[in-house]
């Protein structure tokens, strides 16, 4: 039976004035702020840096190709993107996350904008995630631009064997270890309501913060600091290492006069890598959403 023009008109009613679910919420403020992002200032200084690492690599390959150090990086896949995207995709990371993540949510109430956003029917987990997405997608899009200005180079020095499947394995560590870093950027955000501060934190921390705190507690404490971020980082190379560092490495060197200086290195096992990067996303993303949840805009 044929719906009548009363039924018809009362359901286009209902579909008008009825708020949109939080994930589609969450998708629509996604795409919005990614294309703010792709206009930005910010995508176009995150863009450069990227390019500038990459001409830096590239230069470096040309200049010096045919040296016995040049000659050890491209003898295979392996010992090339081990080096230049097992380190180098770190820290695009950290710089996408510190240029995009960095004020996401602070801004929200420095800029007031968080105030009027509030006055619509929209849900704050929709605004955090929407966020989030965004940041995301625009890392990813550094992440992507770095990865062709390797593979570019690999298939002019490396030959047929360019693209290993390691590449592949190793660019998903990659995405969960910025799923983990994103998740700690917001965290830290939702704690600030000064986008200066909030950008400060976030740089000094993951740029040689954590870096600085995890040898303290080796040297000092002694203990494996599986409990900071920086420590899950290496296991981005590790789809490209034939065999792993060990878990626990000792090195016993001789000091003055005779005495022994015992130092202690630790590595995370591939397992446990993955599982500290997936605990920093799952706990810092809800920390973070809980924090922006009880947050008053004024």
Do not use: C
């Not at 200032?41 to 040296?67: D, W």
């Not at 380190?87 to 995009?100: C, H, M, P, T």
């Not at 080796?218 to 490209?240: G, M, Q, S």
């Amino acid at each position: 039976m044929a719906a009548t023009p009363t039924a018809t008109a009362e359901s286009t009613s209902r579909t008008i004035g009825q708020v949109p679910e939080t994930w589609r919420q969450s998708l629509l403020l996604s795409r919005y702020q990614f294309r703010d992002y792709l206009r930005s200032r910010r995508f176009i200084l995150m863009m450069a840096i990227v390019v500038a690492i990459g001409a830096i690599i590239s230069f470096i390959l040309a200049y010096f190709h045919g040296t016995t150090t040049i000659a050890g990086l491209t003898s295979s896949s392996d010992a090339f993107y081990g080096s230049f995207w097992g380190g180098g995709a770190y820290v695009v990371i950290i710089f996408a996350g510190i240029i995009f993540g960095g004020d996401a949510i602070a801004g929200e109430f420095q800029n007031k904008t968080g105030y009027f956003l509030m006055g619509l029917p929209i849900r704050r987990a929709a605004v955090y995630v929407g966020k989030f997405l965004a940041s995301l997608g625009a890392s990813i899009a550094a992440m992507v631009v770095y990865l062709v200005i390797l593979v570019g180079n690999g298939a002019v020095y490396l030959g047929t064997g360019f693209f290993p499947f390691a590449l592949v394995e190793s660019f998903a560590i990659a995405l969960l270890y910025l799923l983990a870093l994103l998740g700690a950027v917001f965290l830290f955000s939702s704690m600030f309501k000064n986008s200066l501060y909030a950008v400060l934190v976030v740089a000094i921390l993951f740029l040689f913060g954590f870096t600085i705190l995890q040898d303290l507690i080796v040297a000092l404490v002694k203990i494996e600091p599986w409990f900071i971020i920086d420590y899950a980082r290496v296991t981005i190379a590790y789809p490209f290492d034939a065999t792993l560092p060990p878990h626990i490495a000792t090195t016993t060197t001789m000091g003055p006069r005779g005495t022994r200086i015992t130092t202690t290195t630790y590595s995370p096992t591939y397992p446990e890598g993955l599982a500290i990067m997936a605990g920093y996303f799952i706990f810092t993303a809800i920390a973070g959403l809980f924090l922006f949840e009880r947050e008053e805009f004024t």
